[in-house]
Structure formats: structure tokens, C-alpha cells
């Protein structure tokens, strides 16, 4: 009898230790995400107004960069606030939450990730027709096309993610924000999200790594003309070598993009399907606080990864690619500069404007006076 009710205080304390932990990550979930959205929101602004405010960004591959800055941004201002507000709700008000805002969450969460990770993979399709053919990408890659290629891109992930708001779908959202509150058919829930791994994460993955695969074989090749002289020393020749290694340059860039991408979509896709199939991953007889603690610590990183990613994206951009670089730095230059602008002096220009105007006046007095004179 004192066993048992010893059990009984042990279990008790257990479940107030970990009641209590969980009430601790929920606030750092919250500060956490807000951290995310102001820094998400911020990047992606500045990314979005060098494109449109500098004249070098102003080329088609630079606007499949554009499409994945809105992408995230659209993550920073919606989603994520969205997902505050969910955890600032207490289980009776999840359960009450408006049919249509839980619909929405499981929408915008899904068409994201389409969004990201099909402008990512259209990024390694057009890196590789410029390498390999870059005279053709010249006259082929026009802003026209490039900005078809984007609505294509928001069409398929605008399909994608209306299924995923279905009812009969099975999804909850990619990123778990309707789990537990929102109706759906349980029985389709596997099926979706296998069908989720597969379309929106492995099979583009796939298509982008054999794509730079193809790059760096060509890559190869054209170092080695390049080191035995087989292109020549022209001047054009030389235009040629300089635009190939910054090429080269942004390839890199690029392929750091699709590397964070996979490091922080990975792990939580997988997740999923081993969550899916295999419900007894977690062993839910366990009453170990510490066991306990370790899951709820691995869940909340694993589900937390993929805003990370809407994160990174602009912060590579201003750091590593030198175009972006140097626009940002011309973007700050011109706000800073814009207060004192307007208290310059007049310059000589104005003044010779003002001259001018004089003598005008004068000539125009003259001819009056002599045309009275002749009357």
C-alpha cells in the first residue's frame, strides 16, 4: 500500500515537472518565432527592394531569387504570426478556433514550402542552361519568359496547397500549425503526407543535385580548356573567363542555399513519415522525466528548423554573393545619405540657371521698350 502511494507522488511530481517544462518551451517556441519573423520580414524586405531599386539585380536569374525572397517573406508576416497566435491559445479556445483560419494556416504553411523549394529547383535547371549554353541563355532567358516561369511556379504551389486545405486531404499542414484542432480525414493522412515527401522535398532534391552534378561536369571541362589555352587570349575570350568564374561564384551561393535547405526540411520530413510509419517511434508507457524531456527538446528543434531556413536565404545573399553586397551597401548609402541631400547649398548649375533667367527678363524689358519706342 505505501508502494503504491509512493508511485502514485512520483508519477504526480512527474507530470507537474513536466507540465511545467512544457509551459517553458511554449514561451521560448513564442520568443523564438518572434525572433524569426522580425529577422525573416527584415532580410527578405532588403532582398526584394535592391532587386527592384538596383539595375544590376534587374536579369532573369535575379528574379528566380526574388520569387524565393517572397516566398519566405510571405513565412515571416503570416505564418509565423499565425503560429504565435496558436500557441498563445489554451486547448478550449484550439478547439473553437473559425473553420476557415484553420483552413488558411494549413494553406499558406503548404503553398511556402511548394513555392521554395520549386523556385529552388528551377534555380539549378537555369544555372545549368546558362554554364553549359550560355550564348543561347543570352537571347533564350528573357525577363518575359523568366516572369512566366515564375507564375507557372505560384500556380502549381497555389494547386498544391488548395488539395492540402481540403478536408478529405489529410493534412494537417506541413508544418503541424491546424494538429490537433483542425477536421480532417485520418484515414488519407498517411497517404498525403507520403505524397508531400516525395512531390515537394525528395524528388526536386533529387532533380537539383543531378542538375549541379551536370554543372560541375561541365565546370570541369571548360577549366580544363581554360588551362590549355584551347579558348584563346581575345578580349573576348577574356569576357567570356570572367563571366564563367562569376558563374562559378553564384553556383557556389547557390548551392549553400540548397545545402541550409536540406539540412533544415530534412530532418523534419523525415520525421514525419517515421512518425507515420512507425507509431511506436516514441515509447508513450515511459514516465521517465528525462526521457520526456529529451523528446519534447528533439520535437521542438525538428519543428523549428524549417522557418530557420526562410532565415538564412537573404543573410547568404548579403554575404556571400558580392552583387547582392554591393547593392545592399548602395541601398544604405542612399538611405543615410537622403536627410543631408537636402541641405546642400545651391550648386553653380542653379546659379547659371538663375543668370540665365535674368538676362531673359532683361532682353524681354528691352524689346518692350523699343517696340513702344517704334509705335
Request: aromatic residues 12%; proline residues 4%; glycine residues 2%.
Amino acid at each position: 500500500m505505501l508502494s503504491n502511494n509512493t508511485s502514485a507522488m512520483y508519477n504526480h511530481t512527474n507530470e507537474a515537472e513536466t507540465h511545467a517544462f512544457q509551459e517553458q518551451l511554449v514561451l521560448a517556441d513564442k520568443i523564438i518565432i518572434l525572433f524569426f519573423a522580425i529577422f525573416t520580414i527584415l532580410g527578405n524586405t532588403l532582398v526584394l527592394v535592391a532587386t527592384w531599386r538596383e539595375r544590376s539585380l534587374h536579369q532573369p536569374n535575379k528574379y528566380f531569387i526574388a520569387c524565393l525572397a517572397v516566398a519566405d517573406l510571405l513565412v515571416g508576416t503570416i505564418l509565423e504570426p499565425l503560429m504565435v497566435y496558436q500557441l498563445s491559445l489554451d486547448v478550449e479556445l484550439k478547439q473553437t478556433m473559425p473553420i476557415h483560419l484553420c483552413r488558411f494556416m494549413v494553406w499558406i504553411d503548404t503553398f511556402t514550402l511548394a513555392a521554395s523549394i520549386y523556385s529552388l529547383t528551377f534555380i539549378s535547371f537555369d544555372r545549368y542552361f546558362k554554364i553549359s549554353r550560355p550564348l543561347q541563355y543570352r537571347s533564350r532567358m528573357t525577363t518575359s519568359k523568366s516572369l512566366k516561369i515564375i507564375f507557372t511556379i505560384w500556380l502549381i504551389s497555389t494547386a498544391f496547397a488548395t488539395y492540402a486545405a481540403t478536408p478529405h486531404s489529410g493534412s494537417w499542414g506541413i508544418l503541424q500549425t491546424s494538429s490537433n484542432f483542425c477536421p480532417i480525414d485520418g484515414t488519407k493522412e498517411k497517404g498525403f503526407y507520403t505524397f508531400l515527401a516525395v512531390s515537394a522535398f525528395f524528388l526536386p532534391t533529387a532533380l537539383i543535385l543531378v542538375m549541379y552534378a551536370l554543372i560541375f561536369v561541365v565546370v570541369h571541362k571548360r577549366e580544363k580548356m581554360l588551362r590549355n589555352g584551347k579558348l584563346g587570349q581575345t578580349c573576348n575570350d577574356r569576357k567570356q573567363r570572367s563571366a564563367f568564374l562569376q558563374d562559378l561564384r553564384n553556383i557556389r551561393i547557390l548551392l549553400v542555399v540548397v545545402g541550409v535547405f536540406v539540412l533544415c526540411w530534412g530532418p523534419y520530413i523525415i520525421y514525419i513519415l517515421l512518425w507515420h510509419y512507425n507509431p511506436n517511434l516514441i515509447d508513450r508507457d515511459r514516465r521517465s522525466s528525462s526521457y520526456i524531456r529529451r523528446i519534447l527538446i528533439a520535437d521542438f528543434v525538428i519543428a523549428r528548423l524549417p522557418y530557420l531556413n526562410s532565415l538564412c536565404n537573404p543573410i547568404i545573399y548579403a554575404c556571400l554573393d558580392q552583387t547582392y553586397r554591393e547593392a545592399l551597401q548602395h541601398l544604405f548609402q542612399q538611405m543615410m545619405c537622403r536627410p543631408t541631400s537636402r541641405r546642400r547649398p545651391p550648386t553653380n548649375g542653379i546659379r547659371q540657371v538663375t543668370t540665365t533667367e535674368n538676362k531673359t527678363k532683361q532682353y524681354l524689358i528691352t524689346e518692350s521698350r523699343y517696340s513702344e519706342n517704334v509705335v
